[in-house]
């Protein structure tokens, strides 16, 4: 979903460094704060690049974050599992169906479900999105779980 159609979550998704950094005050952090970012490269020599840009973009809003990188087996052991001290980086599958993505990644209890999300709210629109046949039904509830993931902090 492009980000001009996520209502008012898509402040969330503009790159705007200041912003960021104020947040980071208003939340406690008006120093910054040390992060951990756990890490697999999968072998890929883009993966280390963009995981190195990732980090200057986080040091530039005060995130002085540390790369926890693991070798294969041990990331999938803890990281993929939602086992990390900050947050998580490595590559999605591509998926073919929304769904796909969403209820493994939102869904209480599920194994990708790397950020223990538990939301009632969401929970029912994954499940609702799942159980529509209707194609122009099922987008509208796939939208309206985008926006309100997008609304989320």
Known sequence: MPIDQLGEGAKYYRHDPAEARRLLA?????NGLPASVCFNS???TVLVDTMQLVLEQLKAVGIDARLDQKEYAAYQATCRLGKFDSTVF???TPFLDPDNFLFG???TGAPRNRS???DPALHDMLVRQRRTMDVEARRDIIND???????RP
Do not use: D, M
Request: hydrophobic share 30%; proline share 8%.
């Open 90 to 92: 490595g590559p999605l």
């Open 105 to 107: 990644q939102h869904y």
């Open 26 to 30: 208003a939340a406690g952090h008006p």
């Open 116 to 118: 223990h999300v538990k």
């Open 145 to 151: 779980i985008q926006r309100h993931l997008a609304r």
């Open 42 to 44: 999968y072998g890929s």
